[in-house]
Each structure stands twice: as structure tokens, then as C-alpha cells.
């Protein structure tokens, strides 16, 4: 039998009274989703390292694929951004609409930057022979010894980061826009940047065990 | 964030950290040109990794200055479950290899079988 003290802490908790994770709901919440999207990418890479390890074929070397300077040049684009986001994170929670806004555009024009630069990159390889299923027989890649699983591991996990980095960049432009219109909260702004900063932490799994391993 | 380093300069932790995460991917970069042996390269590569993993969930997603509850839930959620994914899919890998590599020596054809 429950003591009546234990009950109402157990109503409590139910209620919503009581804070596990001390922070509100949506922050909790985006979170978990967090931590969801992130085991998608874990299964995919994981995916990927099945692919590697199980391909009778060895795998490409990447420097002949990819200009490894230019993925560089993606990254330090992506890390960049994540420090005006910070920027105006905070900003936002010390009420400076304008810094907040100024670091949101410059975040936006990086989160651009970084799709410019993969859109570039995706269509290079296509133009070179580089197909989801492979590269085209008779294409330079082949000479390459680009395989199936090199192409498919490499356009799932380009593909599904650059989806995530399009749908951050609609969500920054739309924060941007209610900020400058003074209806969206300092936690908004947080919880955008939230997601902003996911997408670049996915970007340096992505980068080492794709392009430098 | 403490009170002293939100006084001091309430933007100084991104760039601090922008600077390291920076150095760090320039050092990983570089570290191809020492001709490591590539066991050691691999686990150089994968250790900057998570130090970059860390410091932007730290400072950048401030899990730092969050509830330790809710540093654990994200931190362990992650790591153990993509730990078991690895577990139990990356070794299936091997037979895969075994098999379109051919027969083992000692292992009977479906033939004889």
C-alpha cells in the first residue's frame, strides 16, 4: 500500500509537476528526437562499415575519389556556422534581437555555403560516372575502383545529412523571420540551434570514417 | 554558463571552441603525412573524433551546463545503442567476406554436404 506522501509524488510526476531533466518540454523533447535522428545515422554508418568490411573488392582510396581540401573546406564551412549559431543562441537569451539576428543570417549564408559546396560535389561525381547502384562501366571511377557499395554508402550518407542540413536551413530562415518579427522566444531560437548543432555533430562522424579512414 | 565567464564575454566559449574544433580537424587532416602505422592512425583519427563529438554536444549544444540526467540520457541513449547496432551487425560482415571469398579450406562444399 502507497503512503500518501509517495502518491502525491507520484501524481506529481505524472501531472508534469516535477522536472526530471530540469528543462521545459520542448527542450526534453527535442532531445529525445535528437537522440532518435542520431540512431538513424548510427544504423547508417554502421550500414556503411558493413558494407566496407563485407565488399570482396577493396575499398577506393578516397584521395583519388574526393579532393579531400575541399571537404576540408566543408567543414571548417559547417563548424563555423555552428559558432554563430551559439552566437546567437545566446544572444537571444540575453535579449540582443540584433546580434541574434546578424549570427542567424550568417548562419543561414554558411548552412547555403555547405549545400553549394555538396550539391558541386554530387554533381561532379555524377558527371564523372557515379551512379546510387555504381559507377558507370567505362567511367573513370571504375579505373578508380569505385564499387556499388562505395557509391551507395557514399550518396545515403551525404544524402541524408544534406537532407537534414536543407530542412535546418528552412527552419533557421523561418526562426530568422519570427525573430525579426519579435514572435519567436529565446527557446526557439534555441531549439533551432539545437538541431543546427546535431547536424554538424553527424558531419564529424561523416568526415572521419568516410572521407579519412 | 558561470557568472564570471558570462560577465567576462558571454560569446567567448563559441570561439574558443570554434578554434579547437578547428586546430583539431587540421591535425587529423595532417596526421596522413607522418606515415603512422594505420592501426595507430585509425585510433588517432577516432579519438580527435570523439574529443569533436564532445565539445560541440559540451559547448555548442551546452549538455555541459545542462542537468547531469539529461547529459546521461543523450550521451548513454547514443552510445549504447549504436555500440549494440555495431555489435551485432558489424561482425556478420566477416562471413559475408568468407563466403563470396569461396570455401574455407576445412569447410565442406554444399556439394559434399
Not at chain 1, 555538396?118 to 569505385?146: C, D, F, M, N
Not at chain 2, 579450406?105 to 554444399?110: A, F, G, K, S, V
Request: charged residues 10%; hydrophobic residues 50%.
Amino acid at each position: 500500500m502507497e503512503t500518501g506522501g509517495h502518491v502525491t509524488t507520484m501524481e506529481a510526476g505524472w501531472g508534469g509537476g516535477v522536472s526530471p531533466f530540469g528543462a521545459t518540454w520542448q527542450k526534453t523533447m527535442m532531445w529525445i528526437f535528437i537522440v532518435t535522428d542520431a540512431l538513424l545515422f548510427s544504423g547508417l554508418l554502421c550500414g556503411y562499415a558493413f558494407l566496407r568490411q563485407a565488399g570482396a573488392a577493396p575499398w577506393p582510396d578516397r584521395t583519388q575519389v574526393f579532393s579531400i581540401a575541399f571537404i576540408a573546406l566543408m567543414t571548417f564551412i559547417l563548424i563555423t556556422s555552428s559558432m554563430t549559431m551559439g552566437t546567437a543562441v545566446t544572444a537571444a537569451r540575453l535579449g540582443d534581437r540584433k546580434t541574434a539576428m546578424a549570427n542567424l543570417a550568417f548562419t543561414i549564408v554558411g548552412g547555403a555555403a555547405f549545400l553549394s559546396c555538396q550539391a558541386y560535389e554530387w554533381t561532379h561525381l555524377i558527371r564523372e560516372g557515379a551512379r546510387l547502384t555504381g559507377a558507370l562501366p567505362g567511367s573513370e571511377l571504375v579505373e578508380k575502383g569505385v564499387t556499388p557499395q562505395f557509391s551507395q554508402a557514399f550518396f545515403v550518407l551525404t544524402g541524408f545529412h544534406g537532407s537534414h542540413v536543407f530542412s535546418g536551413l528552412v527552419i533557421l530562415v523561418i526562426t530568422l523571420i519570427r525573430t525579426r518579427m519579435g514572435k519567436t522566444p529565446a527557446q526557439g531560437v534555441e531549439m533551432a540551434g539545437l538541431y543546427w548543432h546535431f547536424v554538424d555533430l553527424v558531419w564529424v562522424f561523416i568526415f572521419t570514417l568516410f572521407y579519412l579512414i | 554558463m558561470s557568472e564570471t565567464a558570462s560577465a567576462a564575454s558571454p560569446y567567448r566559449i563559441y570561439r574558443i571552441t570554434w578554434a579547437i574544433l578547428l586546430v583539431i580537424t587540421v591535425a587529423m587532416l595532417a596526421a596522413e603525412k607522418f606515415h603512422l602505422p594505420r592501426v595507430f592512425l585509425i585510433l588517432f583519427l577516432l579519438a580527435f573524433m570523439m574529443v569533436k563529438a564532445t565539445m560541440i554536444g559540451g559547448n555548442f549544444m551546452h549538455l555541459r551546463f545542462e542537468r547531469r540526467n539529461l547529459a546521461w540520457m543523450v550521451a548513454l541513449g547514443i552510445l549504447v545503442t549504436s555500440l549494440i547496432l555495431y555489435t551485432f551487425i558489424t561482425p556478420e560482415s566477416w562471413n559475408v567476406q568468407t563466403k563470396s571469398a569461396g570455401p574455407a579450406p576445412n569447410r565442406p562444399t554444399l556439394e559434399q554436404q
